[in-house]
């Protein structure tokens, strides 16, 4: 079946530590998303990308860095910037790149849960 | 610019009662709109949607009919059940943009 698989679960991050979320899907999908996700707040974006080797800033990328080199993959970097990274980490993709075709909606992960120990 | 405004929960029902959750919008563009569904520890589950005005989305007994003269996207199912507990997002997309806008969230719970 086609889906997003995020990975690990579970992660623990020590103090100046930067770890890497995986998110890789098989949908042949174009864009892919990183959404952070805070108790009682809604979905806020990290990053996207619309196209393999290219990458945009969302609204909260600071302390977080990404890289698209396989259609298929979309690794999340929290580093040691980040100054509060425990949260719920979501990556989505979307078969709509571009103007015009954000009607198809996302397909999600099932989500990261990061806490800092 | 563009934004999604949900009513704040929780909410709490009881089995079989009528459920509605309200969503307002402001979009540039000419907007999607979506109803997305978060089962505790999981991700996101597209569960509606509607691509333009009065269209109405449907699936496993929920409703949401695309309003453009009241720029809503209410939610609506008329007998809830225990399974149905969630968290339930609003979001918009918009013909000129490249990603989503998503509403805050609303926690529902059903009691048996």
């Known amino acids: 079946d086609g889906g997003i698989t995020q990975s690990p679960k579970y992660l623990f991050r020590k103090e100046g530590q930067n770890v890497t979320l995986s998110c890789e899907q098989n949908l042949n999908h174009d864009a892919m998303y990183w959404y952070r996700q805070d108790p009682g707040q809604g979905l806020r974006l990290i990053y996207y990308?619309?196209?393999?080797?290219?990458?945009q800033k969302g609204d909260i990328a600071e302390g977080y860095s990404v890289s698209r080199e396989k259609k298929e993959s979309f690794p999340l970097t929290v580093t040691s910037a980040q100054k509060n990274p425990t949260a719920f980490y979501l990556c989505a993709s979307s078969n709509a790149a571009g103007r015009g075709r954000l009607s198809y909606g996302y397909t999600f992960g099932s989500g990261t849960r990061l806490t800092v120990v | 610019g563009n934004s999604v405004t949900q009513m704040e929960g929780p909410v709490t029902l009881s089995e079989e009662a009528f459920l509605t959750i309200n969503c307002t919008y402001t979009a540039t563009g000419y907007p999607s709109l979506f109803w997305y569904v978060q089962y505790p520890g999981e991700g996101l589950q597209l569960l509606l949607k509607?691509?333009?005005?009065?269209d109405k989305g449907s699936n496993k007994g929920f409703e949401a009919t695309y309003r453009k003269e009241t720029t809503s996207f209410h939610l609506e199912k008329g007998s809830v059940q225990v399974s149905d507990s969630a968290v339930y997002f609003c979001?918009?997309?918009?013909?000129?943009?490249?990603?989503?806008?998503f509403g805050t969230g609303t926690s529902l719970t059903v009691i048996p």
């Open positions: 979001a918009l997309s918009v013909i000129t943009g490249n990603q989503f806008y």
């Open positions: 990308s619309q196209i393999v080797n290219d990458f």
């Open positions: 509607a691509t333009k005005a009065d």
